[in-house]
């Protein structure tokens, strides 16, 4: 070619240029040593008498020639480098304002529009980025790991090989994230039904894979500089995108899960059905008044069924012992199914659930899934209204509670078919067929309330699948307690009254903890238990004195309620005030004095402690207790020599809401670095008021002089 051409004469050009020259110097040098010779007057010698000093000078300009070459070769490296390096700069620039287009497309709407904007950004910044990794390798990954020395932006100049090996992979996972997503956003999928959008799911696995093998690969390579300073502008990014990892990652694992959970990779799923009632509050969420089983397979629900707990017991067998409080407390000296929520695990209870139903059940299930009657009410605002037969008006999130609570009570006269849980399979069926059908149900809406409901744990999960029992650990929505390496706090109301009083009674926390002397930390809870029930009649547990009015479903009593306290282990019961009660309020008739229970669970990291405790219609108890915390709740920072305390307070299923303070009262001579933002200062005191409606973790973060 051309080009070729001018490559070679020039070179040819530059090869006679460079020997005239030094034929030039040999001349000079000849002429110099000739005309020396005549002004000392020494005859020149002849060739052998000279050859020493003719090597000496033909090794003189062979190093002069050698100097030559190397400040050719370095000017043209110089310049090459300036050409390179500015060529590198402007494809920087490029990258980044793909970058910024990206991120004000996300903290955007959430729309079609926008996805495919970000879409079509997506595949831009990664051939800009591909073209700038091919402008700058080789070289910046053999020059780049010698300039980490360089203020500010040496680390992003030594690792500027692998940040974009990690931004292409990251960006691929994103783009085949979108794929793989894409259909289920668009404008007619929101009347889908469950049945097409698992199909939609199915279809999707390939892409699916693509993105997690792409965030997988994303993961190793951000591993190789995690812990590494950045500058600022490069820090930030990983600020904000770190925390976003694990959770894309979830996602992932959620939807190639999916599948086999809806029945369509691995044939059909059968599931139980926990329906709770927290108006008799027990450790998981309430009293278990029925339990349901249905099949799904490709999306489809199929085969609910329903059977009230008590109907479940065939006291031809042999049923284990009950915890030694449901004997004492209840007159129930052996474990049944309507019980077996007694264990505040949920994990625990799952397992004495399977047991129990198997006693008249030859099928095992795939999963346990336990739902309350505010997971109803959470439902049926997604979805809407539901039509039941005979029922004039339909239900609605605002009035479905108050319609069970008096569909459990007789009319008057009680006809011969009367079942007093009809209602249950009712609204389950009514729910599972608006559900079916798709029509008018906002999933996104649906998925936003699901989540929701996990969080506030009026839903529970637990699944056979090894992947999804990893993924509700990791988010706390399987029940399971988990006090973690700080202070932890859990108040567990186990309602022994054979009543409904928990639709009156509420709670109010204050936690006290004292940290004015740090090898020493100290902290102490009192909860406030008030019933607000619309009586004057006397505590009569089981039997006559009871509210005739009432029977059917009774709500206005005493409340009996065996209480328990989750700390961290290591801690250490300094004292407490517990209550007594009187014999004729128990259905034993023996008098329970106040004492706290020592209990062991088997939960792994707490301590457990329990007191039976009775509050009559319109009074409140207050029950105190004073703890020595183990000295793990305070951290050090080996880096900052900072100290933090740390504390996690695990909402009981089936309580919408506990108000909540918490006092911490810091040493005199620190300083508070980091702390909640709902935290008010007042002086050395932290005060932090919450409502409890989920899971509460607290950080306070201090310094010392």
């Not at 017991?313 to 012992?321: G, T």
Request: proline share 6%; aromatic share 10%.
């Amino acid at each position: 070619s051309t080009i070729s051409d001018w490559h070679v004469n020039g070179i040819e050009q530059l090869a006679s240029i460079l020997e005239a020259r030094e034929n030039h110097l040999k001349h000079n040098s000849n002429v110099l040593i000739e005309q020396s010779s005549e002004i000392v007057g020494v005859q020149p010698e002849d060739n052998n008498q000279n050859s020493d000093t003719k090597n000496s000078s033909n090794h003189f300009w062979s190093w002069r020639w050698v100097g030559v070459v190397l400040a050719a070769m370095a000017l043209i490296g110089f310049i090459w480098g300036g050409v390179w390096g500015w060529q590198v700069y402007q494809q920087v620039l490029v990258v980044r304002d793909d970058l910024v287009q990206l991120q004000s497309l996300s903290a955007g709407s959430i729309t079609i529009e926008n996805l495919r904007k970000a879409d079509a950004r997506l595949i831009l910044f990664r051939q800009d980025l591909e073209t700038l990794r091919i402008q700058s390798s080789p070289g910046l990954r053999v020059i780049g790991p010698f300039l980490s020395w360089y203020p500010i932006y040496g680390q992003d100049i030594s690792h500027a090989a692998d940040l974009m090996e990690f931004a292409d992979q990251l960006s691929g996972s994103l783009l085949a994230g979108y794929q793989a997503g894409a259909p289920f956003l668009e404008p007619g999928v929101i009347k889908y039904n469950p049945q097409l959008l698992t199909k939609l799911l199915v279809a999707a696995q390939p892409d699916i894979q693509q993105s997690k093998q792409q965030l997988e690969a994303a993961l190793s390579t951000r591993s190789r500089f995690r812990g590494t300073i950045f500058s600022p502008k490069i820090q930030a990014v990983f600020d904000r995108i770190d925390p976003l990892l694990p959770q894309l990652e979830n996602g992932l694992t959620l939807a190639t899960v999916l599948p086999s959970l809806l029945g369509a990779s691995e044939g059909p799923k059968t599931y139980m059905l926990l329906v709770q009632n927290e108006d008799e509050l027990r450790p998981t969420g309430g009293f278990i008044t029925s339990v349901g089983s249905f099949v799904i397979k490709n999306g489809n629900m199929f085969g609910l069924e329903f059977q009230e707990a008590g109907d479940l017991e065939d006291w031809s067998l042999p049923y284990p012992n009950a915890p030694w409080q449901l004997a004492q407390y209840m007159n129930s000296p052996v474990l049944v199914l309507r019980d077996s929520n007694w264990f505040t695990d949920y994990p625990t209870a799952v397992n004495w659930i399977e047991y129990l139903y198997a006693y008249n059940h030859k099928n095992t299930v795939d999963g346990v899934i336990a739902i309350n009657q505010q997971a109803l009410v959470e439902l049926l605002q997604a979805i809407g209204p539901v039509k039941l037969d005979g029922v004039e008006t339909p239900i609605t999130s605002v009035d479905v509670i108050q319609y069970m609570r008096a569909a459990k009570v007789p009319p008057s006269p009680v006809p011969a078919n009367f079942y007093r849980k009809a209602f249950i399979s009712q609204i389950a069926e009514a729910v599972m067929q608006k559900i079916s059908t798709g029509n008018g149900i906002d999933w996104q809406k649906m998925s936003g309330m699901f989540i929701n409901s996990l969080k506030e744990h009026n839903i529970l999960l637990q699944f056979d699948d090894p992947q999804m029992t990893n993924l509700l650990a990791g988010y706390g929505w399987d029940g399971a307690v988990r006090p973690g390496n700080a202070d932890f706090l859990m108040a567990v109301d186990t309602n022994v009254g054979f009543n409904k009083t928990n639709a009156v009674v509420d709670r109010k926390f204050n936690y006290d903890v004292d940290l004015t002397d740090l090898t020493k930390p100290t902290s102490t809870l009192v909860i406030f238990t008030s019933n607000h029930a619309n009586s004057t009649a006397s505590c009569v547990q089981w039997g006559e004195g009871q509210h005739p009015e009432e029977q059917a479903y009774p709500i206005n009593y005493c409340y009996w309620n065996y209480l328990r306290i989750y700390v961290p282990s290591g801690s250490k019961l300094e004292s407490a005030t517990p209550h007594q009660v009187p014999a004729d309020w128990m259905l034993l008739n023996e008098q329970i004095p106040a004492r706290i229970d020592s209990i062991d669970e088997g939960i792994t990291g707490v301590n457990g402690y329990g007191t039976m405790m009775v509050v009559p219609e319109g009074q409140t108890l207050d029950t105190s207790f004073k703890f020595t915390l183990p000295a793990n709740v305070i951290s050090i920072d080996s880096v900052s020599g900072t100290e933090t305390y740390s504390l996690k307070i695990q909402k009981q299923p089936g309580v919408i809401s506990t108000p909540t303070l918490i006092r911490i009262h810091l040493p005199t001579n620190v300083h508070v670095v980091n702390v909640n933002p709902k935290a008010q200062l007042d002086g050395q005191n932290i005060l932090i008021q919450d409502d409890l409606q989920d899971d509460l973790t607290i950080e306070v973060t201090f310094s010392k002089p």
